[in-house]
C-alpha cells in the first residue's frame, strides 16, 4: 500500500490549506483514513480520523476549525484546514489502515500504513 500526500505549505494565522492523501496499491478494503501530526521532540497525535462508515474523530485542539472527508471511490482523504493558527504548525501525515490481499497462497493480512509526512507552517 502507498500513500500520497500532498497540500501544506506556509499560510498566515487565520487562513486555509487542504491535505489530500491517496492511497494506492492491492489492498481489500480500508477500515480507516486519518491524519496525524508531529512537531520535533514531540509525539506524532492524532488531527482527524474517518472510519469506513463515515464516523469522524477531531482532536479536540481543531474540531470545528479542521474537517475530514473521504471519497472511497477514489480511496482518498482530504483535511481541510481553517482558521489556522501558529500552533498548528507541524509535519502533518496521512494513515491509512485497512486489509490487503495477500499474494499467491498467503492469506491476507491487516495493514497500517503511514505517507511521507508534508510540512504546515503557520505564522503569526
Known amino acids: 500500500v502507498q500513500l500520497q500526500a500532498s497540500g501544506g505549505g506556509l499560510v498566515q494565522a487565520g487562513g486555509s490549506l487542504r491535505l489530500s492523501c491517496a492511497a494506492s496499491?492491492?489492498?481489500?478494503?480500508?477500515?480507516?483514513m486519518g491524519w496525524y501530526r508531529q512537531v520535533p521532540g514531540k509525539e506524532r497525535e492524532l488531527v482527524a480520523r474517518?472510519?469506513?462508515?463515515?464516523?469522524?474523530d477531531y482532536a479536540a485542539s481543531v474540531k470545528d476549525r479542521f474537517t475530514i472527508a473521504k471519497d472511497s471511490a477514489k480511496n482518498t482523504v482530504n483535511l481541510h484546514m481553517n482558521s489556522l493558527k501558529p500552533e498548528d504548525t507541524a509535519a502533518y501525515y496521512c494513515?491509512?489502515?485497512?486489509?490487503?490481499?495477500?499474494?499467491?497462497?498467503?492469506?491476507?493480512?491487516?495493514?497500517?500504513?503511514w505517507g511521507q509526512g508534508t510540512q504546515v507552517t503557520v505564522s503569526s
Open positions: 494513515n491509512v489502515v485497512g486489509f490487503e490481499h495477500g499474494k499467491g497462497w498467503s492469506p491476507g493480512r491487516n495493514f497500517n500504513a
Open positions: 496499491g492491492s489492498f481489500h478494503s480500508i477500515s480507516s
Open positions: 474517518i472510519n469506513r462508515v463515515g464516523d469522524t
